[in-house]
Every structure is written in structure tokens, then in C-alpha cells.
């Protein structure tokens, strides 16, 4: 069964820089395209970022030129670096394994960003 543990929020003044990540497990972390999503409340959950086996990412136009996506197959990890943070990027966010064999989509448990003077 497919677990995603995450790790590294937290809270930050505007202008400052958090790295999340979240480790795979269970399932072969190659076949799966990688994402990032947040959430506030009373909206949908947004995707951020993804990332394919190969390491093409994509990502949403409020993020492009602060955040980078990265993976590292070898630790079946993948990486968020968020930087030059933005009150609104304050949400949940949470890790998302997308299976190219099953397409089930697996969720992490969700980790609260905070950007706030």
C-alpha cells in the first residue's frame, strides 16, 4: 500500500524560504508522476507542481521563478524548495503519487504553510 510521509512546514515571514518534502513507499516510486497541491479553506485544492519519472516538472503561474520541484529516485523522495514566500502562498499542502499503471491517486497527510510578519 502506498504511503506518503511529508515533512517541513511550518511558518515564515514574507520573503522567506521553506523545503517540504515527502517519502514514497510501497509501490514502485518511478511509476509515478509526483505533485504538490494546497489548499485554504473554502477553495479547491490547487496543484502547484508536478513531476514526472524523467524529472520534467510543471507548474502553476503563481509559483514559476520561487518554487522548484525536484525528485530523487534513489530515496523514492521528492522535494518542494519554496522560496521568496508570499502571504498567499499560506495553505495545507499536500504531496500527491499519481500511479501511471493504476491511476489511483494517493494523498499525504497535509502540512500547514504559514507565511506571516
Known amino acids: 500500500q502506498v504511503q506518503l510521509v511529508e515533512s517541513g512546514g511550518g511558518s515564515v515571514q514574507p520573503g522567506g524560504s521553506l523545503r517540504l518534502s515527502c517519502e514514497f513507499s510501497?509501490?514502485?516510486?518511478?511509476?509515478?508522476?509526483m505533485a504538490w497541491y494546497r489548499q485554504t479553506p473554502g477553495k479547491e485544492r490547487e496543484l502547484v507542481a508536478s513531476?514526472?519519472?524523467?524529472?520534467?516538472?510543471n507548474y502553476v503561474d503563481s509559483v514559476k521563478g520561487r518554487f522548484t520541484f525536484s525528485r530523487d529516485n534513489t530515496k523514492n523522495t521528492v522535494y518542494l524548495e519554496m522560496k521568496n514566500l508570499k502571504a498567499e502562498d499560506t495553505a495545507v499542502y499536500y504531496c500527491n503519487a499519481d500511479s501511471l499503471i493504476s491511476r489511483i491517486k494517493y494523498w499525504g497527510q497535509g502540512l500547514q504553510v504559514t507565511v506571516s510578519s
Open positions: 510501497g509501490s514502485s516510486f518511478v511509476m509515478n508522476v
Open positions: 513531476i514526472t519519472p524523467g524529472g520534467v516538472t
